[in-house]
């Protein structure tokens, strides 16, 4: 009768305990589950629920007696609730509190004979955004970015998704650089670049990115990270007419060297090779290929193993050239029915194409992927249903400011004006922060752009 008695005493407690937190108490029957609190040796709680379903109650009055003698069980004060899970950040904090008479502090003896491999080798790791302050650490920092031993350890990391160097309406004689990971705008300050004339992007290898004045004459290329400028020298074929650009790496690394090709309707082109420094003329365009070619200038060019491709509308389809052998090639490729403001884009080697999909009043962004056996575009995705639903009878324009296997779209209409990014590999749809004026509120609007991947080493 002890031991009921006891039972009893704790479903009465229990009883209380809900009704001081406001929950109604449940009837009183035996089948109800009374919480105890067990301790043991090592400190920790453990509740424990006991089902009294599953057996008699004197089975129960014994587990209670048991844990009684053995001081490893407490009945539940009545005004103490039972103790809760402390969140991550407040276990954190506890033990920062805890440590704070303890810290230990860094010996400079150790720390200063600290391998310079090490070290190197830590900050090519580190996130791009991060380049902006480590830089400033120091001189001995600062220099890394000469350092060869720095490059091998750069040339190590895995690339990283590309940023978008980009021109706005508001300033077009200076860039916003957009970092998709971090989704933040960078404003660098490239003081080599003219500022008596408009400056455009146009194509971009290893880091590095290739402008050229409104004007079409003058060639410039840059590393918008690291500042490092190159001004082309003048072009041997005089042609004013409107161009279209493409750039590769010679290898791996700009080290290696660079080539940068423009073409005009025409067929007249121009190579420049960054290693001699001067453009040449390999040859003139082969007889199989249509002239004039009726290039997309709305689309950039894309770049695979040496060869750059470029979109052209009679006949439907793609011209190529290799920047190795010089060999130039065109595909008939149809293109899909309602497509407007399309271009090529790349992912891993495979081309892509990018467009708005018109019919009646809908409008929708459609991905394609070129099916090489066939010379067919096949769709693969499309934006989201909800989000083509703000297009809905608006005359809109796209503009695709980078196709390096993450995608930058500029939708705009005379109600609105959106950048979204999509992840070829992933397939994900994302919306783009607001390109604001620096230390300002005041919106951008984007006017062009490419898309580079960042390398603090890459030099013009």
Known sequence: MEELAMLRQLIGQ?????????????????????FFELHHHDNHHRWCVLDMNDGSADDYCDLVMAAGKSGSFKLLEPSIPPPSKKSRKEQNRGKLLGNTGTTEIME?????????????AVIARLPIDTFFRFRTVCRKWNSLLDSQSFSQHCNQVPQANPWFYTITHE???SGAMYDPSLKKWHHPSISSLPTKMIVL?????????????????????CNPLTRSFKELPARSVKVW???????????????????????????EYEVYDSVKNSWTRPGSMPSNIKLPLSLNFRSQAVSIDGTVYFMRSDP???????????????????????????????????????????????????????????????????MPN??????YGKHVRMTCLGNKGLLMLSLRSRQMNRLVTYNVKSREWLKVPGCLVPRGKKRQWIACGTAFHPCLTATA
């Open 14 to 34: 229990l009883q209380h305990l809900l009704n001081l937190h406001g929950s109604p108490p449940p009837p009183l029957h035996l089948h109800h589950q009374p």
């Open 108 to 120: 400079q003896g150790i720390w200063k004979e600290f391998p310079e491999d090490l070290i190197e």
């Open 171 to 173: 300033n077009v004689n």
């Open 201 to 221: 992007p146009v194509a971009s290898a290893g880091g590095l990115v290739c402008f050229i004045d409104i004007g079409h004459r003058n060639f410039y290329v």
């Open 241 to 267: 007419s409107r161009i279209a650009v493409g750039m590769t790496l010679n290898g791996n690394a700009t080290s290696e060297g660079y080539r940068i090709l423009w073409v005009c309707c025409d067929g």
């Open 316 to 382: 439907e389809g793609i011209v190529s050239y290799d920047m190795i052998s010089g060999v130039w090639k065109q595909f008939i490729i149809p293109a899909p029915f309602h497509l407007s403001d399309h271009t090529l884009a790349e992912c891993d080697g495979q081309i892509m194409l990018v467009g708005l999909l018109t019919k009646n009043a809908a409008t929708c962004v459609c991905i394609w992927e070129l099916q090489k056996m066939t010379l067919l575009w096949k769709e693969v995705d499309r």
């Open 386 to 391: 909800i989000w083509c639903l703000e297009f």
